[in-house]
Nanobody
Framework: QVQLVETGGGLVQAGGSLRLSCAAS????????MGWFRQAPGKERECVAA????????YYADSVKGRFTVSRDNAKNTVYLQMNSLKPEDTAVYYC?????????????????WGQGTQVTVSS
């Protein structure tokens, strides 16, 4: 059973950058499609990026395209989310999640394992 631990959240000013990491233990990380989700207070959880394990396909929500980059290092069992040009509306708890789907999927219901989340706060 895979377990996921996110790190890298924090407080940053608008325009700044953060890099989130999600370390996996157990399971076969190289065969998981990994997703990054976020949930702001009073809002639904949304997928902001995903990285498939076949073909290394990626997905980005329109709201983060050109600013966020998802990548993975299978040797380190880690997926990353580089976040640049952060905006106050990016403030949320960010979660990584794993799924057995071989392609990118964006519904939270399609992911079977979740990390505990890390808070990202962007001040204006």
């Amino acid at each position: 059973q895979v377990q996921l631990v996110e790190t890298g959240g924090g407080l940053v000013q608008a325009g700044g950058s953060l890099r989130l990491s999600c370390a996996a233990s157990g399971g076969t990380f190289s065969r998981y499609t990994m997703g990054w989700f976020r949930q702001a207070p009073g809002k639904e959880r949304e997928c902001v990026a995903a990285h498939s394990w076949i073909g290394y396909g990626t997905y980005y929500a329109d709201s983060v395209k050109g600013r966020f980059t998802v990548s993975r290092d299978n040797a380190k069992n880690t997926v990353y989310l580089q976040m640049n040009s952060l905006k106050p509306e990016d403030t949320a708890v960010y979660y990584c999640a794993a799924t057995d789907y071989s392609r990118v999927v964006v519904s939270s219901h399609q992911y079977h394992t979740w990390g505990q989340g890390t808070q990202v706060t962007v001040s204006s």
